[in-house]
């Protein structure tokens, strides 16, 4: 029986070291582009219906952050729209990851891919509202569109929401997250999100870093810039991505900026402020502390009481854009982190955590940021 494994597709990442025994397959992930990080895995197994398979990833002690593997568990799907969790086991250097395939094709990856068609077909869909707007910002290294949305009118007096997602590619959750949102927000049924249509006009970014998605990175675009250490000097050839929407932002201006990530290590959904910039105040804190009081509120999905360490006071680094943005523009300025594993106080075993539940927790931040703004 010869089994074999494929990753010569959008978003695919594995390098195949064997594969001639279902119970010893080794596999290795390949480096983002400029080498500096890896974690980030995505691979078709075929030809092993009712095979118990053991898949070794070799270099899993050597990932950017190794202890995103502990009390972790792979995913699996088999038509790549229904993803679950597979028994999974981590020594600190070998990812082990073991499943009986009940499918002839089945496909192993790090979380629930977001592909490249999704992505076009979610602008495509967004389209069919009379109330999108969609500019592409910018050509990517790759060639690919950089797409901003605008949702709503930017009228005198209405707030400007800004919304950006997937700085880092392998942080798929933070698009399955825009799609929940995006969805709520064009619900003409919705009270919430109109309200918030009359309040605000929001800019909407779902995915900074296409490049980096398709290649198969985890954190790095074409030329192996991290977007999210490029704001304070960004470069229009190595990081248009972000050189072009700051451009962008300083058009438009910026009253609430919110940046969506996944985390791989912390078991939860926190948010992380700006508390280390120069000009952190009481006042600043009082808003952060209302809307994650507020979101907390909403979904026991989301908490507060573990997240990073706060930054102490002046020692923020400019180069991520949650402390750009706070200074800059003297906003209320958020990083969202989800997991890569599963809720730890809200757990669901079988799928983790999931692109529905990022879903459901976009529809959760768009009511928290409709109540802070009306506050």
Known sequence: MTIRIHDHFDGGNIEVVKADSADDIRLKIRPDAGDEHMQWFFFQL????DVDCTMVIENAGKVSYPDGFENYQAVVSSDL??????????DGKLLVIRHRPESDVVYVAYFAPYSLREHQQLIASS??????????????PDGHAHTLLTIGEPETGRKKVWIIARQHPGETMAEWWV?????????????????????????LVPNMCIDGGVRGHLRTNAHGRNLNR?????????????????????????????????????????IAGAEGTPSWNDHKQRQLDDFKALLAGITPDFQTAHGYEVDAPGSADMKKNTDYM?????????????????????????????????????????????????H
């Open 46 to 49: 075929c030809d092993a219906r």
């Open 81 to 90: 729209e229904n993803w679950f969790r597979t028994d999974t086991d981590f």
């Open 127 to 140: 389209l069919e509202h009379s109330r999108v707007r969609a500019e592409t910002l910018c050509t990517t």
């Open 179 to 203: 799609e929940g949102f995006l969805g709520r927000l064009l619900d003409p049924e919705d009270a919430v999100a109109r309200e918030l249509l009359e309040q605000a006009v929001v800019y």
């Open 230 to 270: 490029e704001w304070a000097k960004p470069c229009p050839e190595k990081s248009p991505e972000v050189y072009y929407t700051r451009q962008k932002m300083q058009e438009t201006g910026v009253d609430f900026a919110f940046d969506v990530h996944g985390d791989e290590g912390l078991p939860y959904n926190f």
């Open 326 to 374: 706070a200074e800059t523009f003297d906003c209320l300025a958020m990083t969202l982190e989800m997991p890569f594993k599963d809720t730890a106080d809200t757990p669901v075993p079988e799928i983790g955590w999931s692109p529905g539940r990022c879903r459901d927790l976009g529809r959760a931040c768009l009511e928290a940021m409709y109540r802070w703004l009306a």
